[in-house]
């Protein structure tokens, strides 16, 4: 695998908050409602400072449901003027195709939507993950019928969702041509156990206190390699080509990369590490940036110039010509990359706090950059909070 | 500020690194103003050194590790360690003060595989018989050591100079005489002194203990002295060679917007200063060693970079300006023609600080160490074998 040589200050990412209102209440989520709307200069304000400090190719706008924003469409524009692409993050229940076209006019480049099962949506209750694919299936379409837009879904996975990833995966390979993204995000929280002591500023946050805490840790440890495992008893092909680490516990994984090549009809393989490594140096040489999402995800044939340097692009293609054998028409179709992130995000492991090194958004908060997981404590606490071996009375 | 556009931000991270780092000792045989190691374990018996290299290489994918100390040179088993280091194609640095260094053992430590020295050399040091010198008449002393490892014809040579403001007007007459010898020096470090201020806002613990001032520093640093940042220090020789332009960048990991290290890559002869690499030469030479070789780099097996450095020219305006004067010097004087050409990093550096409450490193050090099978900042080694643990820092509540 490739380590992706991104930096906060040479980042392909950055991130902003609009607003920490939200129209809908999903567990994990470490957002609370304490601002409300920010006024619109002062968001400029924070893209502009989070472009110049990481040398962004993405600015993720997020926050709270940024739909709900009532300057949602100047921030967009704002973003693609100063040529940045804009990710939108949302739930996707305020989306229509009015607004859709107002977004898609500002510039908007993707969007990313939320939908899992812990929701509990309007209309969807009680669904499984594999029955809302349907509801995936027609933002989907909504977005490929406009154009324009690209189109990404993050789920939230809990111990439930594991079962139900075999037909997750078996859905977005169906959408090759129409959904780009995929990120599966294990849930995290606070775990309170015996021994470990919360701290800011050396003062001892009581649990009670504390925002998306869970005794013990058992719903909160899926790790990225149990989601792998998930998917490859089902699907063996999608190896990963890249990762980011632990800040503090570097044997973890804390975000595996997958990049799918294949039609509107049938799945190919995946790019390797060479591959990544290779596109990622190109763009950075050439553009000065590095980068997070192509703009137009129809890459076409040329993508498999690539299996020149690249073992595992190779065997995508040999797939790609077997394909062509049984079926010439596929020689027509084009060609899609689509990408999947697995992701176990902020953690506490014992008395060690787990970001992940080199956040791929960091954020800037009081002209601090700081990681957008931890802008609550921030917010909540004043500072970054500290997990220590009990020793409360010595403080 | 140094534009940062104009730079390369090293793609290195904690687990894609090109350096690593190995105590073997915490005896030394002299009393750095500045030094952070206190003597608390002597020699380290040879198989936890062998182990915690080991480990080193397994976490962070190194390309060199930094043999260090104490004194190095003191400690018994040196050579082996030096050879177990370069049989897993890893390439040995040692750190010296040089006390101890002679003909004999630099042999030895050649036929182990030995890549590279850096000796650290600065007057704060109050060397035996070069007291009261400046860091001026100390380049007799540089030129001993490096006419010393030039003969070995292998191992390359490199310094470190600690900066105070007593010396901190020095760094250009250092990098002058450095330039001067581009063929015998292939590396300089500026390193600006730092110590934890006093500061009544802040506490420090450790483990969840309060640690009291004398702990972890030296009491009362005169805060002007331990404000020396790389940025100035750049601006300084700037001053006097304004085309040593840096290349190369590090930030700090709670400053972002501070250079923690910056990095020229000056080129040359044995006659003469050439010029420098761009940014654009740094980055595609980190990717092509990483693309082929499966690691970043620091340095190369070889200083001579021949003149295949000059096909860099089609895309970095540095390295077309140094073809240049290269030419010019070609019709003025053929002889140059015959000269190797040859590569010198100069780098600057604020190593680790406590700034406005916050522990600032530098993002992505490449002088990691492992620790109990850990990957610690090996400028906080004291803190763990002291402590227990880093050092956190917390706002005193009244």
Redesign the interface.
Known sequence: MY?L?W????NQGGWVEVTDNCNLLCPGCYRQRLTGDKPLEQVKDEILGCKK?T?CDTMVIAGGEPLIYPFIADVIRYTASLGLKPLLLTNGKELNDATLHELKNAGLKRMHIHVDAQQERDGWPGKNETELNELRQAYADMLWKLKGIQCGFHITVVQETLGHIPAIMEWYRRNMHKVQHLSLIALRGIPLIPGIGY?V???EIPAQKLVNSYTGTSGISITTKEILDCIHNVYPGYLPSAYI?G?AL??INKQLFIVNIGSSRSFFGVMGA?SM??TQ?FC??FR?RYFSFIPDPAIGKKVFLLSLFDKQMRKTFRKYLRHLLKSPLEVFRKVYLQSMIIQQPIEFIGDEKNVC??CVNPMVFNGL?INPCELDEYRVYG?PI?P????TE?? | MTD??KLY?F?W????NPGGWIEVTDICDMQCPGCYRSQLEGHRPLDAVYKDIVDTAA?T?CDYITIAGGEPLGYPHLTEVVRFISKMNIKPIIISNGLLLTPEYISELKKAGLAKIHLHIDSAQKREGWAGKTETELNVLRQFYADMLWNTKSIQCGFHVTVFRSNFIYITPVVEWCLNNLHKVQHISFIAYRAIPDDSRF?F?A????LGPGDYSQPSPDTYEISITSEEMYDSLLRSFPALHASAYL?GTAK??INKFINIAAIGSKRMWMGVLGA?TV??SQ?AY??FKRRYFAFLDSAEVGKKVFLASFFDREVRALLNRYLRAVLRNPAHLFDGIYVQSIHFQQPNEIDEGMINFC??CPNMMAYKGK?INSCRLDEYRKFGGPI?V??S?D
Request: charged residues 35%; proline residues 3%; without cysteine.
């Open positions: 380590k040589p930096s906060t200050t040479d400090i040398h701290f500023n050396g003062s680490s800040d570097q044997e060479r490594e290779l140096a950075h040489m000065g090194e080199h950059v500072d500290v220590l071996k009990n020793q010595r403080l | 940062r556009k931000r793609p991270s904690k687990t894609d976490l994918n506490r613990i483990e969840g203990q309060v930030n972002y917007e654009e980055e595609l990717i990483h693309f993002d992505d990957l956190q917390i706002k509540v």
